[in-house]
């Protein structure tokens, strides 16, 4: 199945049909199953255009700027690279949540970061390389996250600055929303990473001092 365009506002209508085309294109068929969604725009007041594209596990927003980034074989040749980049999320798991606020979908703050309902996304065994710093329990507890604050981004294989950057915008995310409505929930975090149509990858895990880890430390877990 074909991505569905849903925006599409480039002024010139053979420029409109080219660049969209070559987006398609780089996406290519995807299963029957999956939603993936294509949003090109050209503002009113600027001379570039933008293109988003989401899709499951996949998020990505790139300005194009004059006349050679705006050509259709290098529109195309981003979004291949884009789609050839590891999928990346930090999740920050929410208990004092009511539910009924997502019985319509995630809810977006950004283009990258959102409040997600993640149940079923985890398994205890994704857990189980750090059975020496998280007990049964706490394991379990992380493998049975229904709802987390999300932040979605790419990255190469090499964990690094990216994760780390991920890690301070939800810190301080979370802190607004505690800001808001104080809770007894606790930061901490799950990094996870998933090549396209790869199979996903818990990375580094996160839990503050009293949360179980050994001698009451705050510590950051890698794989």
Known sequence: MRAKVVENTIAMPHDAAAVERAVLDAIGERP???????????PSDRSDYIIHIEGPGFRWRQ???GPLEQTPSFVFDEVKRALGRT????????????SNLLSEGPL????????????GMFTLEHFNVWRDFLDLRSRKALAGTRFALVHCYHGDEVTGRKEEESKDLLFLAFTCL???KPTKDRF????????E?????????FREAGMTLPADTTEVVHA
């Open 178 to 180: 505690r800001l808001i």
């Open 188 to 195: 901490q975090f799950i990094q996870v990473k998933q090549p």
């Open 108 to 119: 977006r703050l950004n283009e990258e970061l959102s409040v997600e309902k993640v149940d």
């Open 63 to 65: 300005e194009f700027f």
């Open 87 to 98: 999928s990346r999320k930090t999740i920050v798991p929410l208990q004092s949540i009511e």
């Open 32 to 42: 029957d199953d999956q939603t993936w969604a294509v949003r090109i725009s050209e």
């Open 197 to 205: 149509r790869g199979v996903l990858d818990v990375v580094s895990v």
